[in-house]
């Protein structure tokens, strides 16, 4: 969400704010896929599977040849399989408060996956980029995105091609929040699912206080959001605490998060990753940085502690 100049704002003019951000979530604008496997010589096949509640979901296999182990990858908000263009308008100027308007291209993070001998599935979650619209629209923090989640592990369980392969998961932030919450309320689903690399993962109040905060909003008007939000979508701030469903997370994850984002706070990734009820289980911060999207580009520009996490579980 975009800021504010450092002033004193009128009521109607926090009120506006707040529809605004309210509005996030009943109808998120869509971002384009403005890019292809192609272009760094991926050859993909564009495929497509129902969630679990029969929402088309529109993605990419990419094959490796000789290779029984695949990645299944999803995005966060707003973003789509191919990243965001936030250098653009309008992203740019809705990000820009928080040093994010740089574009975030995923196809460089498939390149180095397919280098290192693993197939691929990486989709749009509902209501993003060529996946139907389900529940009006509704973006709920992981909720109705978790039967996305679970769409794409049965379909990899169900293609000829992929039902004898191992399976690991690359989930970011909303998907990585719909991922913890597909474990908790369909634990079968992850049974022989070797591994998940969870990409800054989030609580729902932390990054809507701090987008208050970049706005000059006083922190007690999230009680209005909060309810401007539950008159749009039937759920709360509350109901959107991610950080709930990592005490079901139930195979080894590995977590990575930039420490000093502008758009959260590190003691949410931290509480989640303490409830994790398992011993197999990594925390890793990104330093130097105050720009989510950094954290999203951390696996192109470093990606070594991810794959060996991947290659020791598959």
Not at 146 to 166: A, N, P
Request: charge should be negative; glycine fraction near 6%; charged fraction near 25%.
């Amino acid at each position: 969400m975009s800021g504010s100049k450092k002033e004193n704002l009128s009521d109607s003019q926090i009120d506006e704010i707040l529809e605004n951000m309210s509005d996030a979530f009943k109808e998120l604008p869509r971002s384009p896929i403005l890019h292809k496997p192609t272009e760094v010589g991926l050859f993909y096949e564009d495929i497509t599977f129902p969630s679990i509640d029969g929402v088309p979901i529109e993605g990419w296999f990419i094959p490796a040849e000789g290779s029984d182990k695949i990645i299944i990858i999803n995005h966060p908000m707003g973003f789509t399989r191919s990243g965001l263009p936030s250098h653009l308008e309008p992203w740019k100027s809705i990000w820009q408060a928080s040093g994010n308007d740089m574009e975030v291209n995923f196809i460089p993070d498939l390149k180095i996956l397919h280098e290192a001998g693993f197939n691929i599935l990486a989709y749009d979650l509902r209501n993003h980029g060529h996946s139907g619209t389900g529940n009006g629209g509704l973006i709920s923090t992981g909720i109705f995105e978790s039967r996305d989640v679970l769409g794409s592990i049965r379909y990899v369980r169900e293609r000829h091609e992929t039902k004898s392969m191992r399976i690991a998961l690359f989930s970011r932030c909303l998907g990585a929040d719909a991922t913890l919450y597909a474990m908790k309320h369909n634990p079968k689903d992850f049974e022989h699912i070797r591994c998940l690399v969870a990409v800054q993962p989030l609580s729902e109040e932390y990054i809507l206080t701090k987008q208050l905060e970049l706005a000059h909003i006083p922190k007690n008007r999230i009680k209005d959001l909060d309810h401007k939000i539950i008159m749009k979508t039937s759920f709360s701030i509350e109901d959107r605490n991610a950080g709930k469903w990592a005490k079901a997370v139930c195979i080894p994850t590995f977590i990575y998060q930039v420490n000093d984002d502008l758009l959260t706070d590190p003691a949410d990734v931290q509480g989640m990753y303490d409830d994790i009820p398992l011993k197999d289980k990594k925390l890793q911060w990104i330093y130097d940085t105050t720009a989510r999207w950094d954290g999203y580009l951390e696996f192109q520009r470093r990606p070594e502690p991810m794959l060996k996490w991947f290659d020791q579980h598959m």
